[in-house]
């Protein structure tokens, strides 16, 4: 159980052009998702939280109109790269946490997504 | 604010040693602490976490930690390494339910043949 996928695994596009990455919860209901950013040989960097149903809150330094977070129903996110460069390629991870004992205080994690801008 | 610090960038052991991966963290109250394991081009995997209940936590693969709050430290252990333990481990801390993880750095763990 607790089974977060990511769609898609890796996406190249060009320069300009915008990415959708989907985050779903598989078999439980996510009532928090977060979105993390990882550079190669680097740690993860929290880029935003979304909570189902509001906006999200997006930390600092992150431009919440290039990197887009639609939390739109309880097993669903989506993060869209929005006129994508290649300085952000990057790998994309995403986080669930939900409801119920068995998630408390612990996230679960996608698979990642691979992110090359030509 | 909370903290983590993970000691050593990178550990190589012997196939069949033990394994230590270092982890501090610093906060004012009683944290909850996590170890991840992230495979090349994958997601995080937890091993095991602390959530103030028992002091030794048992995690998947062999991997335990024990919580040492005298210490400030919750070190990542394995008896015997195996070539697949080969991989990047994360500690990270979260004060309570609504905060975000901290995560440290990271340790690359190399098993050497």
């Known amino acids: 159980g607790a089974v977060v996928s990511q769609h898609p695994s890796r996406v190249i596009c060009k320069s300009g052009t915008s990415v959708k990455i989907e985050c779903r919860s598989l078999d439980f209901q996510a009532t928090t998702m977060f979105w993390y950013r990882q550079f190669p040989k680097q740690s993860l960097m929290l880029m935003a939280t979304s909570n189902e149903g509001s906006k999200a809150t997006y930390e600092q330094g992150v431009e919440k109109d290039k990197f887009l977070i639609n939390h739109a129903s309880l097993t669903l996110s989506t993060l869209t790269v929005t006129s994508a460069h290649p300085e952000d390629s990057s790998f994309y991870i995403c986080s669930a946490r939900g409801l119920g004992h068995r998630s408390y205080n612990e996230q679960f994690f996608g698979p990642g997504t691979r992110l090359t801008v030509l | 604010a909370q903290s983590v610090t993970q000691l050593g960038s990178h550990v190589s052991v012997s196939e069949g040693a033990l394994v230590l991966l270092r982890c501090n963290y610093s906060s004012s109250v009683p944290p909850y602490l996590f170890w991840y394991v992230q495979y090349p081009n994958q997601g995080l995997q937890l091993l095991l976490k602390?959530?103030?209940?028992?002091?030794l936590v048992k995690g998947i693969n062999g991997f335990e930690a024990e919580f040492k709050k005298s210490e400030t430290s919750f070190h990542l252990t394995k008896p015997s390494a195996h070539m697949s333990d080969a991989a990047e481990y994360f500690c990270?801390?979260?004060?309570?339910?609504?905060?975000?993880?901290?995560f440290g750095k990271g340790t690359r763990l190399h098993i050497l043949p």
């Open positions: 990270a801390v979260i004060m309570n339910r609504d905060d975000k993880i901290i």
């Open positions: 602390y959530t103030s209940a028992a002091t």
